[in-house]
Structures are given as C-alpha cells and as structure tokens.
Nanobody, 115 residues
Framework: QVQLVESGGGLVQPGGSLRLSCAAS????????MGWYRQAPGKERELVAA???????NYADSVKGRFTISRDNAKKLVYLQMNSLKPEDTAVYYC?????????WGQGTQVTVSS
C-alpha cells in the first residue's frame, strides 16, 4: 500500500509562488507516472503536471511555463513549483501515483490565489 501526503498549499496573491510537496511511503513498483491533479469547486479533477518513470514531463496548457514538476526518487518525493499564480489556479491539489493496475491519491492541499 502506498500513502501520499501533500503539503505546501496556502493563500497567495496573484503573481506569487508556492511549492507543493508530496511524500510517498510504501513500495512503488511498475510505475507509469507521478503527477499533480487539481479540482476546483464545481469542476472535474484535471491533470496539472505529470512525470513518467523515464523522466518525461507533461503539463496542462494552462500552466505551461509557470509550473514545474520534479521528483526525488530516492526520497520518494514529488514537487510542484508554481510560479506566476493566477486566481484560476485556485483549487485543491492532489498528488497521484499511477502504477500498472493501481493508482493512489493523497488527501489534497488547498491552494488559493486571491488579492
């Protein structure tokens, strides 16, 4: 069993930055990708950024050039650096680990971008 715990969310003004962290415990195997999703009130959960087992990254068009996903495999940590934040980035952000046949989610961390 894999447990994921997110941290780093909070309130920030437009144009500001936040760094989200996801700490994983348990054994990760048959890894496809690790990523960050977000869900705003009244909207479906959407993929924000992902990084594959080979290190390739993928970003939603809305965050390209502003967000960066990275990882530390040895420490089982995944990060999301968020710069130039916009009000539309406001959402609960969830860490995700996808393996062949299995998928795990964290509890989420709130990010609010408001002046």
């Amino acid at each position: 069993q894999v447990q994921l715990v997110e941290s780093g969310g909070g309130l920030v003004q437009p144009g500001g930055s936040l760094r989200l962290s996801c700490a994983a415990s348990g054994t990760i195997f048959r890894l496809i990708a690790m990523g960050w999703y977000r869900q705003a009130p009244g909207k479906e959960r959407e993929l924000v950024a992902a990084i594959t087992s080979g290190g390739s990254t993928n970003y939603a068009d809305s965050v390209k050039g502003r967000f960066t996903i990275s990882r530390d495999n040895a420490k089982k940590l995944v990060y999301l650096q968020m710069n130039s934040l916009k009000p539309e980035d406001t959402a609960v952000y969830y860490c995700n680990v996808k393996m062949s046949g299995f998928e795990y989610w964290g509890q989420g961390t709130q990010v609010t971008v408001s002046s």
